[in-house]
């Protein structure tokens, strides 16, 4: 179990975008810690969503810190544009098909003053990210391929969140752990209790009746054991 503070970043994703201030404004005052907003170029993953325009509505609507996850390829190129648009953390992924150089794209996330996140999908392995461990703040393990969301979580990229924590730990270094993907209140608790300490939720909050309610069953989910 981690020791780090347990936060809670809804995806605004599977917000309602019709009514996003709104929606917003519920998960926030349901106690949302984090918003994180997932962009996704049609390159990197098999589907579009929204750009730094969007990113900049949120902004203004919110001071809460805004996680910004970029699924898509030549991050470096586009780092600028989410930094001026508010971004609090800006989260780049390793693979090669992501056609970017990591370790300069973190330099240039580190000198613009954002949070710097690194992430790896399921089939990529953790060694990929071992090299940049002390360079980062936040290590986003992806729970589902990248590009949709509702789908289901993955239990063996557990292997990966106590390799992340072990190492954590071991380097001195400090880094958050997210989870994201499938997360509902049982894979909240398997997640929690290998040592992330962030957990991204689109469906499992933003499908529920009562966002309070939805956000606080997962940041309680370490107290409850025996629902698995
Ligand atoms: C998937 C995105 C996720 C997604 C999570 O590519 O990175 O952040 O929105 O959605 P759920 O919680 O529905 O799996
Ligand atoms: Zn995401």
Same mark, same amino acid.
């Given at each position: ?77 586009y780092v600028?544009?989410? &930094?001026?648009? *508010?971004? +609090?953390?800006? $989260?780049? =992924?390793?693979?090669? @098909?992501?056609?970017?150089? #990591? ?27 071992e090299p ?46 997210? &989870?994201?993907? *499938?997360? +509902?209140?049982? $894979?909240? =608790?398997?997640?929690? @209790?290998?040592?992330?300490? #962030? ?30």
């Amino acid at each position: 179990m981690t020791s780090r503070p347990i936060l809670i970043a809804p995806s605004i994703l599977a917000a309602d975008f019709a009514h996003l201030a709104d929606d917003l404004e519920r998960v926030l005052a349901g106690g949302a810690d984090w918003l994180h907003l997932d962009i996704m170029d049609g390159q990197f993953v098999d589907n579009i969503s929204f750009g730094p325009g969007l990113v900049k509505t949120v902004r203004g609507l919110t001071s809460v810190p805004l996680d910004v996850h970029l699924m898509i390829e030549r991050a470096d190129h586009y780092v600028p544009r989410f &930094v001026a648009a *508010g971004a +609090n953390s800006i $989260t780049v =992924h390793v693979e090669p @098909e992501a056609k970017h150089d #990591v370790a300069k794209t973190l330099r240039l996330i580190r000198e613009s003053g954002c949070r710097v996140g690194l992430t790896l999908n399921p089939a990529t392995p953790f060694a990929a990210v071992e090299p940049h461990l002390p360079k980062i703040d936040l290590l986003l393990i992806m729970t589902v391929h990248p590009g949709f969301g509702g789908q289901s979580f993955r239990p063996e990229m557990m292997e990966k969140v106590r390799r992340a924590t072990e190492l954590c730990d071991s380097l001195g270094t400090h880094y958050d752990i997210e &989870v994201d993907g *499938g997360i +509902n209140p049982e $894979t909240a =608790h398997l997640s929690l @209790e290998n040592g992330a300490n #962030v957990l991204v939720a689109g469906t499992s909050v933003f499908q529920a009746d009562d966002y309070a309610a939805a956000i606080r069953t997962l940041r309680g989910s370490t107290l409850k054991p025996t629902i698995l």
